[in-house]
């Protein structure tokens, strides 16, 4: 979500390489692609813009569920502004179930392993969702469905052919694995356990391990490090210019870029009271982890797209962004993969405080 929950988190099965020039070519070489998609969801954003404290439909499973009047009782609101509040206690204990989506289009897939190189089209849809339940000791991650490619249907109904797909063979063995991590000094460790006897499983583990609180960042479980002025307020149609590692407000802390975004309307996530946000923009990441257990370095250009702010706490819970990406991650096999083209990619936070 990672910008994640941040760019990381979204481009969690791949991860984008290359410079800002070769970005920028393929913004052109993908700007008819997505314009018609960008000219969308600007016509979406005029016409779903909400008067101050109207719920807005997230385009979620959410949709209908209002904001919790307990958490709406905390929205500091005076005079058509909000403040994006800090000041309160982070919740110690946390339950986060993340979902992301992300889409090719008209994309190239390359990769490089001991067999050779290959280069295929890439379209296509990758999905993933994670379970974390968060406190101060321990963190628990459930996979509850691995990234994997969406193999649509045919007419007939059956399974058609899946796409070439940057997702490692196998990723699906981690399928409902679970893995923990206990609180040790100022760092974590992997905690013993039956699925961490699976030797993938327990790879997985490790690679993650040293990269928790970033990951934590990313995902929700603690707050991010850079947020708005402690004082500051923003009234409907407000801007908010990010230059640099300010983007690591929406970022996942290795991030650099810059990021306009305008507060289009404030409204609820699964009960949660948020700012909902127009977004675009550049940004770089270098050595980002990723919940997949790898590191990932990236360009990428935001054509259009929101990210939903919560009003309580320093917490991205939802981004949904048209981007151009030119992208490549190392596997655990070894294998290298690339990426390039025009990618729909969200990512979706179910965010919970289970204590107080």
Not at 131 to 146: C, D, F, I, Q, Y
Not at 289 to 317: A, H, K
């Amino acid at each position: 979500m990672n910008p994640g929950i941040r760019l990381s988190l979204l481009c969690g099965a791949v991860v984008l390489v290359s410079s800002c020039d070769r970005v920028k070519r393929l913004v052109g070489d993908a700007k008819d692609k997505v314009a018609e998609v960008g000219n969308k969801a600007v016509k979406d954003g005029d016409k779903n813009a909400k008067k101050p404290g109207e719920v807005v439909a997230p385009n979620s499973a959410s949709d209908d569920k209002p904001v919790d009047p307990a958490l709406q009782a905390k929205v500091d609101s005076a005079g058509g502004t909000y403040r994006f509040r800090k000041d309160l206690p982070f919740p110690p204990a946390i339950s986060i179930r993340m979902t992301t989506r992300i889409e090719f289009q008209n994309g190239r897939l390359f990769q490089q392993s001991a067999l050779g190189k290959q280069a295929v089209p890439l379209n296509g849809k990758i999905e993933s969702v994670s379970r974390l339940e968060v406190s101060p000791e321990r963190v628990t991650l459930t996979e509850e469905k691995a990234p994997h490619v969406v193999v649509e249907r045919n007419k007939d109904g059956t399974p058609g052919d899946p796409p070439p797909s940057p997702v490692e063979a196998g990723s699906q063995e981690l399928d409902g694995k679970v893995v923990s991590f206990d609180k040790v000094g100022e760092g974590w460790k992997m905690a013993r356990s039956n699925d961490t006897q699976d030797f993938k499983c327990a790879m997985w583990g490790q690679s993650i391990e040293r990269h928790l609180d970033n990951l934590l960042r990313d995902a929700g479980g603690l707050p991010s490090k850079m947020w708005f002025a402690p004082r500051g307020r923003l009234a409907l149609g407000g801007v908010v210019n990010l230059r640099g590692d300010e983007v690591n407000m929406i970022g996942d802390g290795h991030a650099t870029g810059k990021l306009k975004l305008v507060l289009e309307s404030v409204g609820a996530l699964n009960g949660h009271p948020c700012g909902i946000f127009q977004i675009s923009g550049e940004v770089s990441v270098k050595n980002a982890p990723s919940f997949d257990g790898t590191l990932q370095d990236s360009e990428s250009s935001i054509t259009s797209g929101r990210v939903w702010l919560s009003l309580l706490y320093p917490v991205v819970l939802k981004q949904d962004l048209q981007m151009v990406l030119s992208t490549a991650v190392g596997q655990m096999s070894g294998a290298m993969v690339r990426t390039e083209g025009a990618v729909h990619a969200t990512t979706e936070l179910e965010w919970t405080a289970t204590g107080h």
